[in-house]
């Protein structure tokens, strides 16, 4: 029992050195055309990939968008009391950003202490405008 409750945290480890980052990606990817009410193709987006793999070393998969260390600290009893306290008075649309960001930090935290230390997440968040600019112009 043992030695599968390992192998299954390995696999869920190796499979979170992909999905985290990739979905950092497209996350900022999704950021920035909403901030710039700009779209990209999906060429260009798998660009962006493509550049942030080489230049960093990572697997990745442009399809990814969801994290299970984000579901698991969205679902967390606590944390939602925490916000609800936090964000009291606040619209929905600013306590659902904010939840989401404070959520973000912690996953970012957590993917760099126990997943991969050799990748600076919050780095690669704030490079991705620049490697959408390169993807953009070939």
Known sequence: MRRQSTKDIDEWIKDERIVYPSRVINQEIDNYCFQKNAKISTEERQRVFFLVSQENQLTLDVKAAQSSINHVIMGSASFGKKMDALCDGMSRDVKNRTSDT????????FYQKHIDSDIDIVKLRNDIPDYLMRAIQG
């Open 102 to 109: 404070i959520a973000n930090l912690l996953a970012d935290k």
